[in-house]
């Protein structure tokens, strides 16, 4: 970026010497670079410094970034990183040396935190470019397939267990403030043959864990405060419509909000995003997919139609897991719902090879210098192919 900037200098007519473009000028080039070339943008000089600083201050350049690693099934270290910048509109190809051993098959837990678990070892990573991996003692109970979620200082894992003989709905907690598992009351028993992550969506707030059965819609919390699932656990349905077959949740702006397919399994008829009261559960209907939109949706390969999101900020993103060709996403803006799409058909066909698994998070300037100089990684950057409506 610094021999690109040569270029970006006039010359004194009387002297021929070169002087650098500041003020008006600088920020108005600044402002349409993507957001990864600010980083060595940032140490070019002083007047570049405060043109980059100015810029990362515009609001179009907070946009969560959606961050996708595509790892092989069979060989767990060969892990590809790939992340959309919608304020820059590009896609960006993440290399270079990791200290990370990917000791089991990557996952990820409500939109922003990855993690790995043995019977040994708990590993998990929460900074929006999974720089920073953090290790502690794997659960007291093995677990295939887990609900986990980050709550404030507490680790959450319940159900997917590994062994008939093991309870199904048992829950443990380790607190990072005062470390070590213990045991929680366990998983209300009406989810007894649905306590995986696989059947369960989650979503988290400054305290509470929160659980949703995605096709029959039942609805329970967890405190880890109280260490106390709640009252109405089980017996709440948050089923706003009777024609939604399959739904998620997720906190969008400190939101609880419910993303429910209409219709049925072999049939979906419409996408539809509701804004979830968690004192009284009431739903508030605040968007729909666009028909253009939702037909792009339902035009794969794969029946029934489900879906997965992932929710940072004002964003939520949307995709079909099992054959993610384009994705999805909208943005609340004082109560109106802003829709677009974005290609992403390098991941076609990689379904049946890879594992690929979704975060998003907003992505700052720090948080970018860090995975630039500490984490010694590269970054391709490609302009994407974006649709908005």
Known sequence: MVTESRYLESKDQETGEETPIHGDVLDKIVSHLPTIHLVPSFYVSKLWQRAVFSCVRNPSRTKPWLIIYVQSRRNLSLTTTLAYDPSSNVWIEITGPS?????????????????????????????????????????????????????GSCIVVAGGTYDFEDDPLTVEMYDTACPGWFTCPPIPIILKDSAATTWLSVAVSDHKMYLLEKNSGTFCSFDTNTKRWSETSGSCVLHPDPSIYFSVIGFASHRLILVGLMGDAENAESLRIWEVNCDSFDCGEIGKMPLEMFCMLKNVNTTPLLIDISVAENCIYIYNSSEPKDIFFCYLNEGVCQWGSVGCSFLSGRVLMDRIVFTSSKVSLDDLRKAFWLGSRKFKVELADTKIQ
């Open 99 to 151: 200290t990370m051993t990917y000791m089991s098959p990557l996952r990820s837990c409500h939109s922003d935190t990855l993690y790995m678990s043995t019977p040994s070892k708990f590993s998990f990573s929460a900074d929006p470019l999974h720089v920073k991996w953090l290790d502690i003692v794997g659960p007291r109970v093995w677990r295939a397939d887990p609900i986990v979620a980050i709550v």
